[in-house]
């Protein structure tokens, strides 16, 4: 079985980064098979394996398509081929541990430990398999925090992010998406790809741990840093930022509007826009310190202006001026947006009748650009054609994945 570039040989344009890459992807739900997703768009080979009952996601619904099929689960699964292994059968098991021992990459989110009963660990994988990328994502690492169950929602609640989300004197509120989940999937796609770039120089494999606990210390950024780096501890501001402003929603005559004048200049551009050059003069309002620490007597000079004419009006003026804003659109309007910006958000993954509109990936390549040739895959869709694929090679006695040659 080849990835459906390495038919085309070395040097071809249509080979892609990681074409000939196996990745075995043991991981369900969202972390893990986001980045899989990702790494599979620039060419990996990806094979997901999945228990009989099959990803948890194939029955998160609703929303589904005309077909049937969750939209949680097609969201972070085209480019890969699905098969069904159960553990408990020998043979399916013995199934398993042979595309370890094959994969370049090994990726997995079960609970930690949870595969070393089945030999599928890294290291009963590295016995055989010493040049072996192998991704764990947990919850809340593989120390203390080994037993806690990885919910996005628990994460969310536990690295402070909800007592910064929400009114501020209302309740904490989770973020819209799993925030965390979709991190750890970049952190684990980063950490990948730089051992893979490591293995291309020393011909040696690694183990790479990642968390959505440590995914959300890193992505809390300045909120974190603020309490470890300043001593404070910060809190729940609505939309307002603690160290700028204006950066939040205002109110108009018609719609709120995000106005983010992250500088002086900006602000002054703002202030000649409104029409109220002595709010710019004014020394209380002289530097973004002045401005946060004041905000209070900005914010109604501010509104004051800006509720004499609608948002969209004020969008295009401000624009126009340089001053950073937009409106707060539904999840509708952000993509039709996104069309009429150019970004082309939306492709289609896989062909004929098995084609299903996708969001396409974000990174844009000059020479490679991003594949979408397999829809998302039924449940056991290459089961057959996997399990062929490796008695083929256990038969021809071929285990090449003891790379740094991959």
């Known amino acids: 079985m080849k990835t459906p570039n390495e038919a085309h040989g070395p040097g071809s344009p249509d080979r892609l980064p990681l074409s000939g890459i196996v990745i075995a992807d043991f991981s369900r739900v969202l972390a893990g098979p986001y980045a899989t997703m990702l790494l599979a768009d620039m060419g990996a080979e990806v094979i997901k394996v999945e228990s009989p009952a099959g990803d948890d996601t194939r029955s998160w619904v609703p929303p589904v398509r005309d077909d049937g099929v969750s939209t949680y689960y097609t969201a972070v699964n085209r480019n890969k081929k699905s098969v069904v292994l159960d553990f408990k059968d020998a043979d399916d098991l013995a199934a398993a541990q042979a595309l370890a021992g094959r994969a370049d990459v090994i990726i997995e989110n079960f609970k930690p430990g949870g595969l070393k009963r089945f030999g599928l660990d890294y290291g009963s994988v590295r016995e055989h398999n010493p040049g072996v990328i192998y991704c764990s994502i947990s919850g809340f690492g593989t120390a203390e925090g080994a037993a806690l169950p990885g919910y996005d929602l628990i994460v ?90 204006p950066y939040e929603a205002l109110p108009t005559a018609d719609d709120d509007l995000i106005i983010a004048a992250g500088n002086t200049n900006q602000f002054r551009r703002l202030c000649h826009v409104l029409d109220i050059p002595a709010v710019a003069d004014d020394p209380r309002f002289a530097e973004n310190g002045d401005r946060t620490a004041n905000r209070e007597q900005l914010r109604p000079l501010l509104v004051e202006r800006l509720q004499t004419r609608g948002a969209g009006e004020w969008f295009d003026l401000l624009n126009e001026a340089g ?26 993954a896989g062909t004929g009748t098995s084609a299903v509109p996708v969001v396409r990936n974000p990174i844009t390549f000059s020479a490679t650009p991003a594949r979408y040739v397999l829809s998302p895959p039924r449940l056991g869709e290459h089961t057959e054609e996997i399990k062929a694929w490796l008695a083929a090679r256990v038969a021809g006695g071929g285990n090449d994945s003891t790379k740094g040659k991959a």
């Open 323 to 348: 001053v950073p804003n937009g409106p707060i659109n539904s999840i509708a309007q952000g993509v039709e947006y996104a069309k009429k910006l150019g970004l082309n958000p939306v492709t289609t």
């Open 156 to 245: 969310q609640a536990m690295s402070g992010l909800m007592s910064l989300t929400g009114d501020p004197e209302g309740e904490p509120f989770r973020a819209g998406i799993s925030v965390f989940d979709v991190m750890a999937g970049l952190h684990s796609s980063i950490g990948i790809l730089a051992a893979l770039r490591h293995r291309d120089q020393t011909g040696e494999g690694q183990n790479i741990e990642t968390s959505l606990m440590a995914s959300a210390m890193s992505g809390l950024v300045n909120q974190t840093t603020a309490y470890v780096a300043g001593g404070v501890t910060p809190f729940r501001m609505g939309n307002a930022h603690p160290s700028l402003f």
